[in-house]
């Protein structure tokens, strides 16, 4: 079974609109962590945020903001006003702490900005 | 600044060959993955090591070997290569492993393997 799953495979928008990004997990633990990584076209992946199972509270940096709701297991990500530098791969990722840091990564949602 | 580093960054195999992906870190990170990126699949991990002279399997093991004989070091093999093994492979490292701790990524290695 997917531990984690990003329904979208690909979106596109209009610059300057606003997009979320879906992730819904699956885990057992009590204790885990969750993470956003974002993968441009130049291919590194790059960390975004960590949150761990404790902490529910939303939170925002800049243009993006993170929405973690334990009740429906999901941690959804949004980008306001997007921008062409914003086109990339996005993958949502899970942490169990019995797994020693064995990280479950969604397939990846695909964003395309298009000026 | 440099980070993780993998070499090479392309290579092309025909079936049956052998070969060697050489991923090295300069954080002292204890931890190191090995996983390779497929269309529809995201990431998935093949290998990792949780110390200098120590590797575990992780989800898709089959067809591959790593090394860790040094801390800074993590070596993937690939001893008969199959169409298969074609993928976008990613060395990563973490301080630790206590499940809270983020992955440094290398930049990948595309394989192609005819």
């Known amino acids: 079974a997917q531990k984690v799953t990003q329904a979208q495979t690909e979106i596109s928008v209009v610059e300057k609109e606003d997009v979320t990004l879906d992730c819904v997990y699956e885990t057992r633990d009590t204790t885990y962590y969750l993470f956003w990584y974002k993968q441009p076209p130049s291919g590194e992946l790059v960390f975004l945020i960590r949150r761990n199972s404790f902490d529910e509270q939303n939170e925002i940096s800049g243009r993006y903001s993170w929405n973690f709701q334990k009740s429906t297991s999901s941690f959804n990500f949004t980008i306001t006003a997007s921008q062409v530098v914003d086109s990339a791969v996005y993958f949502c990722a899970l942490s169990e702490i019995r797994g020693g840091n064995q990280f479950y990564f969604g397939t990846g949602t695909s964003l395309t900005v298009i000026p | 600044n440099a980070g993780v580093t993998q070499t090479p960054k392309f290579r092309v195999l025909k079936t049956g060959q052998s070969m060697t992906l050489l991923c090295a870190q300069d954080m002292n990170h204890e931890y190191m993955y090995w996983y390779r990126q497929d269309p529809g699949m995201g990431l998935r991990l093949i290998h990792y090591?949780?110390?200098?002279?120590?590797?575990a399997k992780g989800e898709v093991p089959d067809g591959y070997n790593v090394s860790r004989l040094k801390k800074q070091n993590f070596l993937l093999g690939l001893e008969s290569a199959a169409p298969s093994q074609t993928s976008v492979y990613f060395c990563a490292s973490s301080l630790a492993g206590t499940g809270l701790e983020k992955l440094f990524f290398g930049s990948g290695t595309q394989l192609s393997v005819l």
């Open positions: 090591s949780v110390g200098e002279g120590t590797t």
